[in-house]
């Protein structure tokens, strides 16, 4: 008897066998490793170029590690300083206050449709569908905007257009509604708190993973945006990155393509324009922020995406 209780004992405590990795485990493995090396290959290839000499890339075309390397691809982006700098501000200002706006403006939106006891939540949610499905189009928006609205050549005009969008608002009120108790909301309701202290007390901490998740999105979509700039804004103080970026491109692309152009002009660029390179460095100065700022965000990105999605 004594020995059958130790060969238990001895069954309990002896580690259990590791699983065995299967055929379609390593497919999956093989198939997210072509993924990322497919997704990583051309940002290696966008940094590297920039640092290419252009004499190279005109021979040897674009390489992954090329045998001659250069600055002045980088350094004819870099000789629009002070403009470059200001319009570093102006997207960094468009991208923080068209973040916080529009995180603010979205989940109290959510936050109202996503109370059952509201009579006007299902009215808001089908108006907030509309925009999804019809769109008065770029004409009538500038029209808008500019003649009734009277907000050309205003930074405004870079923050309102993307500040509230249906997804966003459906990804905040889905984790609102599944992932935050409505026991608390009641017994916020219970000691007496209004609809604006239960938001801004309970509901907005416990929003935070979602928050971060929508706000990097929302980030992203001001920090590339360009078209609107494009279209309302004219004055070089107020342009952003983007649109400057593009103008130095257009500039480059002038030099190089008008026979017309004196050569003081040309000399005045250094000799040889480097047209891709400087084509890979404009890019890089782009999306070289967007590159910093997202591993700090991606455990909220991936939370704030998944745990409103599943209810429990």
């Known amino acids: 008897m004594a020995k059958l209780k130790r060969e238990n004992n001895k069954l309990d405590i002896a580690p259990s066998k590791e699983e065995k990795v299967t055929v379609g485990q390593v497919i999956l493995a093989i198939i997210l490793l072509a993924c990322t090396l497919f997704a990583f290959l051309p940002v290696e290839l966008t940094f590297v170029a920039a640092f290419t000499d252009e004499k190279s890339i005109a021979v040897n075309g674009f390489r992954f590690w090329p045998k001659d390397w250069s600055l002045d691809g980088m350094a004819a982006v870099l000789k629009y300083g002070k403009q470059l700098a200001q319009s570093y501000l102006v997207t960094i200002f468009v991208t923080v206050v068209g973040t916080f706006v529009g995180l603010l403006f979205m989940s109290m939106f959510a936050y109202s449709i996503s109370r059952k006891e509201f009579r006007l939540a299902r009215f808001l949610s089908i108006y907030l569908l509309i925009p999804m499905l019809f769109n008065g ?46 026991e608390l909301m009641e017994a916020a309701k219970i000691d007496g708190a209004g609809e604006y202290r239960t938001f801004f007390q309970i509901t907005l901490p416990l929003l935070k993973p979602s928050l971060a998740a929508v706000g990097f999105m929302m980030a992203t979509a001001y920090w590339n945006d360009w078209q609107n700039a494009l279209l309302y804004i004219d004055t070089d103080a107020k342009k952003p990155l983007q649109l400057l970026l593009i103008n130095i491109q257009k500039s480059i692309e002038f030099l190089l393509n008008n026979a017309n152009v004196p050569a003081s002009a040309r000399a005045a660029m250094g000799g040889t324009i480097p047209q891709y390179s400087s084509t890979m460095a404009t890019v890089l100065v782009v999306i070289g922020p967007i590159m910093v700022v997202y591993p700090f965000f991606q455990k909220y990105f991936i939370k704030g995406l998944t745990v409103g999605s599943v209810k429990g």
Not at 156 to 178: D, F, K, Q
């Open 137 to 182: 189009g770029t004409l009538s928006g500038y029209i808008v905007f500019t003649s009734y609205y009277g907000l050309k050549d205003s930074l405004w005009l870079l923050i309102l257009p993307l500040c509230v969008s249906t997804m966003n608002v459906i990804i905040l009120r889905t984790y609102i509604a599944n992932s935050i108790p409505g």
